[in-house]
């Protein structure tokens, strides 16, 4: 049996055409974290956000599964990504909602959302829109891999 949750957005085109016809955040509901065994089985979503109120939220392609963000979410930016199917987080340094793309134009497109075993972590399945998703304009912000020197030393990095 698999430790994974799978929320699907029905329509996340829809949601954004009929902004005005929106479901207000207050009606998507989190349920309670009651025990172990209610947190891994139930089908109830509970997430558990740290002690900032953060869950961490990794966005990969929808269609490849390449990884290509990793960013934060708080209880608003999650039922802001259910409500418009588009990716908003929120961002640690500037302290604030974070909707991708609102300046950039380079929206992710929600087409699933994942939690594991015991909900404290997510993957956003995204159409990436509008270019890259790194604010260096690479498609990935995954585009480097850390190479271990075989006999110590001074750890690299590589481009991919």
């Known amino acids: 049996m698999s430790n994974k949750s799978i ?14 016809s929106m479901i207000p955040l207050s009606a998507y509901q989190f349920g309670t974290r009651d025990s172990k065994l209610t947190i891994e089985e139930d089908l109830t979503f509970a997430p558990k956000f740290d002690d900032h109120g953060l869950i961490a939220a990794m966005a990969v392609d929808a269609e490849t599964n390449e990884p290509l963000m ?26 604030t909602l974070w909707h991708k793309g609102a300046t950039s134009g380079e929206f992710q497109e929600v087409l699933e959302i994942r939690t594991d075993c015991d909900q404290d972590a997510l993957i956003l399945k995204v159409n990436q829109r509008g270019g890259g998703c790194c604010h260096t304009k690479r498609a990935t912000c995954f585009y480097r891999k850390v190479i271990s020197p075989e006999s110590g030393g001074l750890v690299k990095l590589q481009k991919v």
């Open 7 to 20: 929320f699907v957005l029905a329509n996340p085109v829809a949601a954004l055409i009929s902004k005005t």
């Open 70 to 95: 990793l960013a934060y979410m708080n209880e608003e930016s999650l039922r802001m990504t259910l409500q418009l199917g588009q990716a908003v987080y929120y961002s640690r340094s500037r302290q």
